[in-house]
């Protein structure tokens, strides 16, 4: 299932110009990314507390097609592409009134506390197999 949140440009995530700095883009999808796992009823602090896992983004294509400006109320959605025992991707857009302005794939995976590769849980898998159940993905 798509996942959406809304955010409005602030000034400080524009240059000179009153455009979207690009690697704002980056943040309004990570913010979308950490929203799209706590609707799946994932917590990432106990994760990381409990099971010493935590997430990282090991590849990402991003495509900057229009720029967003100051004020602008933006929707940012998250969608699955994949996912295995290891690895997470993501199909990911910025839009404004229903116009992509910005648009990525990302690849997440799973690090120990030490930085080691990990398997996702089982307990993420599961959610987000559920979630990819339910909808379009």
Request: charged share 20%; glycine share 6%; no cysteine.
């Amino acid at each position: 299932m798509t996942h959406a949140i809304a955010l409005r440009v602030y000034y400080e995530d524009t240059d000179l110009a009153g455009i979207v700095y690009y690697a704002n883009y980056l943040k309004f999808i990570e913010r979308a990314r950490t929203e799209w796992v706590r609707a799946l009823g994932i917590d990432q602090g106990r994760l990381r507390t409990e099971q010493g896992i935590v997430f990282a983004v090991r590849h990402i294509e991003a495509d900057y097609l229009s720029p967003a400006r100051f004020d602008d109320v933006l929707t940012v959605t998250t969608a699955l592409r994949a996912l295995t025992g290891a690895r997470i991707v993501l199909d990911q857009a910025v839009r404004r009134d229903g116009v992509r302005l910005f648009a990525a794939t990302v690849t997440l995976v799973a690090l120990t506390a030490a930085g080691a590769p990990a398997r996702l849980p089982a307990a993420l898998r599961a959610a987000v197999s559920a979630d990819a159940g339910s909808g379009a993905a």
